[in-house]
């Protein structure tokens, strides 16, 4: 029988990346995806609706599932129908107990919170990382590899307490190939793209009205289009923007990577999407310092970061695989061998 994996998605970006890991697997193994889930306090308060503004929500769980659907993969909601040689996800901020016993494949999803003081607490008074958000991505040290953008976003993480050994740069899908997006049909050219957060629907500090003055500053008196974030409150967020831009064009979906691809600036607050203009070499604003951005940039690799996840994977189920065998046989074959 083939080895089976599962391949956690959440956001329609982190299902987009463990599929592109999971078709170099397909052939060799039995891949079976699911969106995020939880259990234990998280579910408790899922069930509630007071997680809707985060991937385990209901909304961004019917977009992975219809995604996985879409694209004709096997759905194992919760991973509970087989018994998995190998877990791959983007994020080990939360660990589902039907998981913890398992071999593990952690990917990078993009940019990461800042550290403040929640990120302090939780690695120094060991409180559940899910309070630090991507901030205290990697601080399990519960998988076998976690695959990062750069060697820039390395160098952050074994700061931050993960084990050199561990971690490895491979590229990111999703933003390994942005030189692609130069070709696509979206009929905007020569704006500036300003990008929103949902940093209000996570509970952080963001004064938006500050950030739209900011941001129109930084257009400098260019047509300006606003993208804003799949997990923004739509209608507030629209409201607002109306009241400083009110002719200005506002998305809140479609291909973000061609519209960064068209425009002539590029001014975000924290979002990832920042790289695909740095990469593209936009002119790019953002709340973040730019040089320390420019560090942290994604390799670009003609789009194998796929490919290079999934070798790690390959490697790590073929020596679970002897292990296992190993642990199989009578102890008169053991003492023989040594």
């Given amino acids: 029988m083939k080895k089976k994996v599962l391949l956690i998605g959440g956001s329609l970006n982190q299902t987009k990346i463990v599929h592109a890991v999971g078709q170099h697997l397909a052939d060799d193994y039995d891949c079976y995806y699911t969106p995020a889930y939880c259990d234990g306090l998280l579910n408790w308060m899922r069930k509630w609706g007071w997680l809707e503004f985060t991937v385990l929500g209901e909304r961004i769980r019917k977009r992975s599932e219809a995604y996985i659907l879409e694209n ?6 919760g991973g509970t129908a ?8 983007t994020t080990d901020i939360i660990l589902q107990k039907n998981l913890r016993a398992r071999p593990l494949i952690l990917i ?7 550290e403040d003081w929640r990120f302090h607490l939780v690695k120094y008074a060991g409180l559940p990382r899910w309070l630090a958000g991507t901030a205290a991505l990697g601080l399990s040290n519960r998988y076998r590899y976690f695959c990062v953008a750069s060697q820039g976003y390395r160098d952050l993480f074994l700061r931050k307490g993960c084990r050199p050994e561990k971690v490895v740069v491979t590229g990111l899908p999703n933003f390994d190939h942005v030189d692609q997006y130069r070709q696509n049909d979206f009929p905007y050219k020569d704006f500036a793209l300003i990008a929103t957060s949902n940093a209000r629907e996570t509970l952080k500090i963001d004064d938006r009205q500050a950030f739209l003055r900011w941001a129109m500053e930084k257009a400098a008196g260019r047509p300006v289009i606003f993208r804003l974030h799949p997990n923004e409150n739509i209608e ?5 923007i109306r009241k400083i831009a009110p002719d200005a064009p506002v998305f809140s979906s479609g291909e973000t990577d061609h519209m960064i691809a068209n425009c ?6 924290y979002s990832s999407c920042v790289y695909v203009g740095l990469a593209l070499g936009k002119e790019c604003h953002s709340y973040f310092d730019l040089n320390t951005l420019r560090s942290l940039t994604p390799l670009q690799n003609g789009g194998t970061s796929g490919r290079n996840i999934a070798r790690l994977c390959k490697e790590v189920l073929e020596a679970e695989g002897k292990a296992r065998r190993f642990n199989r046989l009578p102890l008169p074959s053991l003492l023989a061998s040594e």
């Fill in 72 to 77: 004709g993969l096997r759905l194992d909601y």
């Fill in 82 to 89: 087989h018994a998995y040689d190998l877990i791959v996800t």
């Fill in 108 to 114: 990078q999803e993009g940019m990461t919170d800042p």
């Fill in 236 to 240: 507030r967020a629209t409201r607002e």
């Fill in 264 to 269: 002539s600036a590029l001014i975000t607050q």
